[in-house]
């Protein structure tokens, strides 16, 4: 893998292409899209894993946890840092630092090549968890992706167990921002990195806005603060203080977003909308499970958790197809699903009940779910 082809992989486009106003719209504020949720109650959180690479790596041999570590290309090839760890952070190592940089920067920094394969399928992973919580989920990067939740829901509570799953699930961890709309969660996130968690609630979102640096605004690349610069245009406030129509002359569709953004607005709606394939709850147990009697007298437990979790996605629990999953202690694990067989606490205590009988092993982890019908009831009541 060519470090150049890691760092351009994941470059991240402008501005998102959800926005529709043109500079022909500057007389005009640009119209909002099409909502589904008043602006004021959607609630959205944006996740990134932290240094997502050097995450995976550490995972796979903890040994490297507390040492600077990098991927990236040879500093003898010209090679490039695709991301490090947060010990190398503290020697001014960065993503896209030429590796020759860094080895100066940091000495004893280990190089590592990086393994696409295995932070593509952890990725994979990490969406097929964050895809339980969301009402729509939008992958952004590699590493990352927002979520619209359900607004009767507590955010912070589910980006905490979201966090708390990835953590135990996936041996990495990521930090979470949340907030109204999509360009706030993104930069909440950041905010309490790495292993962190940042609200903006609406009632907060004045606040927050109006001390925030032009650049911290997803889109602002170095090219556009400078030239905001020479406007004195730094913070958000100072936007503020020009007319909508100003901007747009100024700065084209950039000043028509910042002229929104300024004011802590974003309409832009989740793109690549990813149904949700099945619901599921596990828990992972402080001391291991011996033999079937201890796993099954979990099912009550869990069965309550999953019946509150399908009811609040608003789907009927008899709907699903239920599966089981069990990991042992070994780090095996097995998952066993029969369509015919019913979502409730007996047909989950069968389903477990032949799974076991797969292996003798200690049991480390119990989940149960129920994958969703192929079509999503939502198109159908269209017709
Ligand atoms: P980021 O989320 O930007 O960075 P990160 O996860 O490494 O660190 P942070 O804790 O600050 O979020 O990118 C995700 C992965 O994408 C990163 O681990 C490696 C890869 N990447 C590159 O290959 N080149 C780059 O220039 C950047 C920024 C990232
Ligand atoms: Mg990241
Ligand atoms: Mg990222």
């Known amino acids: ?49 932290d240094c997502f690479f050097a995450s995976v790596e550490m995972r796979e041999n ?24 947060y010990p190398a952070r503290t020697f001014g190592v960065r993503s896209a630092m030429a590796t020759a940089q860094a080895k100066k920067l940091c000495p004893h920094l280990q190089l590592l090549p990086g393994r696409m394969a295995l932070y593509r399928e952890v990725s994979a992973q990490l969406m097929d968890i964050l895809a339980q919580y969301a009402l729509q989920l939008e992958q952004v990067s590699v590493d990352e992706a927002y979520l619209e939740i359900d607004p009767e829901l507590n955010a912070t509570a589910i980006a905490e167990e979201i966090r708390q799953r990835v953590r135990e699930e996936l041996g990495i961890t990521v930090s979470a921002g949340i907030a109204p709309n999509k360009f706030l969660a993104k930069i ?7 292993d962190g968690q ?30 905001l610069t020479l406007y004195k245009l730094h913070t ?41 394939k099945s619901i599921s709850v ?8 011996n033999g079937e009697y201890e796993c099954l007298q979990q099912i009550p437990e869990l069965w309550e958790r999953w019946q509150e979790r399908v009811e609040r996605s608003g789907w009927r629990t008899s709907a699903l ?19 015919h067989e019913e979502a409730n606490g007996e047909g989950f205590a069968r389903l477990l009940q032949l799974a076991l009988r797969r292996e003798n092993k200690a049991v480390r982890l119990l989940g149960i779910g129920g994958r969703l019908p192929e079509t999503d009831p939502n198109q159908m009541s269209l017709f």
């Open 236 to 276: 958000c406030a100072d936007v503020r203080q020009w007319p909508l129509v100003e901007l747009v002359r100024t700065f084209g569709r950039t000043g028509a977003i910042l002229y929104e953004r300024a004011q802590g607005i974003d309409h832009r709606l989740l793109n690549n909308e990813r149904l949700r």
């Open 282 to 289: 596990e828990r992972t147990y402080a001391q291991d499970l």
């Open 321 to 339: 197809a239920p599966f089981v999953k069990v990991k042992f202690a070994d780090f095996t694990q097995t998952t066993l699903a029969d369509s």
């Open 188 to 194: 909440a996130s950041d905010w309490n990195k790495p």
């Open 198 to 227: 940042w609200v903006v609630k609406p009632s907060q979102v004045d606040e927050f806005v109006s001390g925030l640096a032009l650049k911290k605004i997803p889109g602002i690349g170095p090219a556009m603060e400078k030239k």
């Open 62 to 85: 903890p040994a490297l946890r507390d040492v600077p570590i990098a991927i990236g290309g040879a500093a003898d090839r010209c090679g490039v840092i695709a991301t490090c760890n």
């Open 1 to 49: 893998m060519s470090s150049d082809r890691i760092v351009s992989a994941v470059a991240e486009g402008a501005f998102g292409q959800g926005y529709t106003a043109s500079a022909a719209d500057a007389a005009v504020l640009p119209e909002p899209q099409a909502e589904q949720l008043p602006a004021q109650k959607r609630k959205v959180i944006h996740i990134d894993c």
